[in-house]
């Protein structure tokens, strides 16, 4: 079974040419090694994917070529215990990281309507 299929089977990708784009960006690893979105895959191989911050690393338990319900689609792969505690770390990480929502005016990005008014008040314009 092609690779980009399977993982849009199991629902890693909402389509699957996003999964291609994955596989050719190189944020998908079969085996520990790069490969091509048509690249056949067996039960037992090894993904490692990669999405944004978070890495998940899946042994290959069934092959299915439809996109089932959810529960299905978990029962296509098993996570590994070391991916499972890595992604908790790094969730917990960029959750302690993230900027609380209640910064000051000003800190948040682009000026709004009104912090655009006081600063043109302040300038005396």
Known sequence: MRIDKWLWAARFFKTRSQASDAIAGGHIRLNGERSKAGKVIRVGDTLTIARGKLTYEVVVRALDDRRGPATEAQALYAETADSVRERE????????????DNRPPGARGRPSKRDRRQIDQLRGR
């Open 89 to 100: 770390r790094m969730i917990a990480f960029l959750k302690a990281t993230a900027l609380p």
